[in-house]
Antibody, heavy 122, light 107 residues
Framework: QIQLVQSAAEVKKPGASVKVSCKAS????????ISWVRQARGEGLEWMGW????????EYAQKFQGRLTLTTETPTSTVYLELRTLGSDDTAVYYC???????????????WGGGTLVTVSS | EIEMTQSPATLSVSPGERATLSCRAS??????LAWYQQKPGQAPRLLIY???TRATGIPGRFSGSESGTDFTLTISSLQSEDFAVYYC?????????FGQGTKLEIK
């Protein structure tokens, strides 16, 4: 079954870091990239960044530059999102989504994970 | 950054009627435009890609069109399960960007 399975919900204090995982199954992990999208409660979708398991290339939204790191673990077909220096406005559901494996090509988000709720609260 | 603007923010339509949702890109996206449907508590689901191609399993009542930088999602005869929030997204350039969404509600 083709799917992206994300890690469980997290509760973090302001200033801490969070690491969320996204495990792919049912397809060749290296032939697609993964983007991360977040959604605060009642708000729209916000793209955060992309990583290619094929090349290790990354793209980050300017808003998250320096605070966000995406990594891959090819043997387990898993992509990780690490977001540092959390604030209350980082409270959101974080989704991973499958898309292009290369900067040179375009692909839509054809497969989504179920989402991981990250709550930042003192 | 390419800005995506959706209208209206909320659309009230009766079941069985047609719904027309709009999305405008601030620059050319070369037909690299997708539509997603999101229901409460669920992840978004791909409906349309390439501006007009239905994704696998999407009913024929959903259709997409484009005119330059203007894109339209049409739902020809609304079913109860179609009431949701719809987002357009460009995947032509980095950063990927979404519209702010259109909430389709029952009239």
């Amino acid at each position: 079954q083709i799917q992206l399975v994300q890690s469980a919900a997290e509760v973090k204090k302001p200033g801490a870091s969070v690491k969320v995982s996204c495990k792919a199954s049912g397809y060749d992990f290296s032939t697609y990239g993964i983007s991360w999208v977040r959604q605060a409660r009642g708000e729209g979708l916000e793209w955060m960044g992309w990583i290619s398991p094929h090349s290790g290339d990354t793209e980050y939204a300017q808003k998250f530059q320096g605070r966000l790191t995406l990594t891959t673990e090819t043997p387990t077909s898993t992509v990780y999102l690490e977001l540092r220096t959390l604030g209350s406005d980082d409270t959101a559901v974080y989704y991973c989504a499958r898309e292009t494996y290369s900067r040179a090509f375009t692909w839509y988000f054809d497969l989504w994970g179920g989402g991981t709720l990250v709550t930042v609260s003192s | 950054e390419i800005e995506m603007t959706q209208s209206p923010a909320t659309l009230s339509v009766s079941p069985g009627e047609r719904a027309t949702l709009s999305c405008r890109a601030s620059q050319n996206v070369n037909l690299n435009l997708a539509w997603y449907q999101q229901k409460p508590g669920q992840a978004p689901r791909l409906l349309i890609y390439g501006a007009s191609t239905r994704a696998t399993g999407i009913p024929g009542r959903f259709s997409g069109s484009e005119s330059g930088t203007d894109f339209t999602l049409t739902i020809s005869s609304l079913q109860s399960e179609d009431f949701a929030v719809y987002y357009c997204q460009q995947y032509d350039k980095w950063p990927r960007t979404f519209g702010q969404g259109t909430k389709l509600e029952i009239k």
